[in-house]
T-cell receptor, first 115, second 115 residues
Framework: DVKVTQSSRYLVKRTGEKVFLECVQDMDHENMFWYRQDPGLGLRLIYFSYDVKMKEKGDIPEGYSVSREKKERFSLILESASTNQTSMYLC??????????????FGDGTRLSIL | GNSVTQMEGPVTLSEEAFLTINCTYTATGYPSLFWYVQYPGEGLQLLLKATKADDKGSNKGFEATYRKETTSFHLEKGSVQVSDSAVYFCALRNDRGSTLGRLYFGRGTQLTVWP
């Protein structure tokens, strides 16, 4: 089975801190994604990556950055955490092939609270 | 552009009732369509998918048919169970252009089934 592992289920940080959320997948997937999930807003894409050291902005990249130094690991960085970044963060991965039928596999999420 | 609209919840049903969750999409070309399910405290799991017009995806008693003429992918189940209580997300993947395998999600529909 595909395994996408997020380093923390719950995290509490303070305003202004630099926060790292880690995600690891074990299926040699090319694509990796970071979403945030908020009530009434569904899932919104923050950043994604289709290869090592490659990244693309999603719909809401402001206040975030990412790092992908190894194929299996994709990190989300909150440069200076703010209270409006309190949310559930979901990582996902998938193969990138031309068929379009490749599903994304999700981790269990990190519930981040910024105080 | 690419977008997904799904019926707003919450949806509350009694056990063994019939379920329909509506989903319509906007996309150029021929996207792949997905339904994901999120159980409490977990990440998203793929429920079913369809890759071309008139395809029917099915899993665990759920079904959805890709209707290009109405740009719809409605989720149905003939007899729901308490264990089906979850949030359901409709999504599309469109590999035209530079979307690089990203998914576009609807906002999710909360389903609660009472015994």
């Amino acid at each position: 089975d595909v395994k996408v592992t997020q380093s923390s289920r719950y995290l509490v940080k303070r305003t202004g801190e630099k926060v790292f959320l880690e995600c690891v997948q074990d299926m040699d997937h090319e694509n990796m994604f970071w979403y945030r999930q908020d009530p009434g807003l569904g899932l919104r894409l923050i950043y994604f990556s289709y290869d090592v050291k490659m990244k693309e902005k999603g719909d809401i990249p402001e206040g975030y950055s990412v790092s992908r130094e190894k194929k299996e690991r994709f990190s989300l960085i909150l440069e200076s955490a703010s209270t409006n970044q309190t949310s559930m963060y979901l990582c996902a991965s998938s193969f990138w092939v031309g068929t379009g039928a490749q599903p994304q596999h999700f981790g269990d999420g990190t519930r981040l609270s910024i105080l | 552009g690419n977008s997904v609209t799904q019926m707003e919840g919450p949806v509350t049903l009694s056990e063994e009732a019939f379920l329909t969750i509506n989903c319509t999409y906007t996309a150029t070309g021929y996207p792949s369509l997905f339904w994901y399910v999120q159980y409490p405290g977990e990440g998203l799991q793929l429920l079913l998918k369809a890759t071309k017009a008139d395809d029917k995806g099915s899993n665990k008693g759920f079904e959805a048919t890709y209707r290009k003429e109405t740009t719809s992918f409605h989720l149905e189940k003939g007899s729901v169970q308490v264990s089906d209580s979850a949030v359901y997300f409709c999504a599309l993947r469109n590999d035209r252009g530079s979307t690089l395998g990203r998914l576009y999600f609807g906002r999710g529909t909360q389903l609660t089934v009472w015994p």
